[in-house]
């Protein structure tokens, strides 16, 4: 027998509650309204800077692209009233979204090009002309 079967024998069931909460391999998960990350990938290459956002069930015009100085906001405000009479199961709930990213000078913000299709907003921002790489000749 084991110093932890030893230790458990004598441990009430709310001490085991207790550290459970705070396992994370746990089943036991903590009540509480806290925020999942919003599922997006972010990637660069050569070309510039790639977003893709995970948009299911949302139209262009539910979703707000800005920019407001080097930041891009991306945002989705989901309606008060957003469900219809009759509802038994909302499992595929549209959740609002604000996601902001500071985006570095060598990126041209003033040609962002972004299309909505299939539920991924795909977002590119290009290298601005003056990150781009150069060939030099010599002399």
């Known amino acids: 027998m084991s110093t932890l079967d030893i230790f458990e024998r004598h441990i009430s069931p709310f001490d085991i509650l207790f550290r459970n909460h705070f396992k994370s391999d746990s089943t036991f998960q903590p009540v509480g309204n806290f925020k999942l990350p919003h599922p997006l990938n972010i990637f660069f290459d050569d070309d510039g800077l790639h977003f893709e956002v995970a948009c299911t069930g949302l139209t262009k015009e539910d979703v707000v692209l ?11 405000v989901k309606p008060e009233d957003d469900f219809p009479d009759g509802m038994i199961h909302n499992g595929l709930s ?43 000749k010599i002399k």
């Open 66 to 76: 800005d920019i407001q100085g080097d930041t891009l906001k991306i945002s989705y």
């Open 94 to 136: 549209k959740k609002s979204f604000d996601l902001r990213y500071k985006i570095a000078p060598k990126f041209d913000l003033g040609n962002v090009d972004a299309t909505l299709a299939n539920g991924l907003l795909e977002i590119f921002i290009p290298l601005a002309e003056e990150a781009k790489p150069k060939s030099i």
